[in-house]
């Protein structure tokens, strides 16, 4: 009764299936791998002390930064050099913009330094001038930002001493000297504007990409999910496209429906 799984039409049905589920039960375990590398980064990073409780360290044995180095306070000396302006930042539920310095350090390459951040459009609220001379810095260590990152300004067209992204990528063509591939936000900024507005704000640091409970983590969560429906509805089919062509071959044979209704030849 089931020497049809022999025919050609079937051995391309029985490939398809023997193919299928493998490659559905290895992405979804995939998937699910992503899944649980999300939960121990984001369990690890829970485990972290604050950024605030631990001791600043050197900048360059925080690099490259990683999800273990991102947000650890990193110190820096060097002299403030261009200032850039990023705007369509937002901190507590009001729009601003980050006064971004870059730092140009004793070996000629430049840190991105977020001094803070201020209320209102660039070029409308007043911006507390850098500090002069030789500065030492301590701030969050920030990896550099990327499309996907909040308030980025992908769109470009800004005015002149603007800045959509704050990554080494967009900053090499606008400085004549090299740029670290990150940047940090001071804590510490400066408080002595005239006014409420025009008072520097500190910028929080953030978790970085991929560390926590996101819904990017849900989401391979999702997918996992999917992938393992989609072989077991690949069983599901074969074993009903089985069931129903002996069905078909035992109406044939006891002569319930002539042959050539069915296309299934009995032996």
């Known amino acids: 009764m089931y020497r049809f799984l022999l025919t050609p039409r079937w051995w391309g049905i029985n490939l398809f299936a023997v193919l299928a589920i493998p490659l559905c039960v290895f992405m979804g375990t995939w998937q699910l791998g992503r899944f649980e590398d999300r939960v121990q980064s984001h369990e690890q990073a829970a485990k972290q002390p604050a950024p605030g409780a631990r001791a600043a360290e050197p900048l360059n044995d925080l690099l490259p930064v990683d999800t273990v180095t991102s947000g650890r306070p990193a110190t820096a000396t060097g002299r403030y050099a261009d200032q850039f302006l990023v705007p369509g930042r937002e901190l507590d539920d009001k729009s601003g913009f980050y006064v971004l310095n870059m730092l140009r350090t004793d070996g000629g390459k430049a840190l991105p330094v977020v001094r803070g951040w201020l209320p209102g459009r660039p070029g409308h609220t007043p911006v507390p001038a850098a500090p002069t001379g030789e500065v030492t810095v301590t701030g969050d260590l920030q990896a550099s930002e990327n499309t996907g990152t909040d308030g980025v300004d992908t769109a470009g067209g800004l005015p002149d001493g603007q800045l959509g992204m704050i990554s080494a990528a967009s900053l090499v063509n606008l400085v004549p000297y090299d740029v670290y591939d990150a940047w940090v936000t001071l804590q510490d900024t ?25 819904l990017k983590a849900f989401q391979n969560l999702g997918y996992t999910g999917e992938w393992f429906v989609f072989a077991a509805f690949v069983l599901f089919m074969w074993f009903r496209l089985v069931r129903r062509e002996a069905e078909a071959a035992r109406d044939v044979k006891l002569g319930l429906v002539p042959d050539t209704d069915t296309g299934t030849r009995t032996a």
């Open 190 to 214: 400066d408080r002595s504007g005239d006014a409420e507005n025009s008072a520097l704000r500190p910028v929080p640091a953030v978790a970085p990409q991929g560390s926590g409970l996101d």
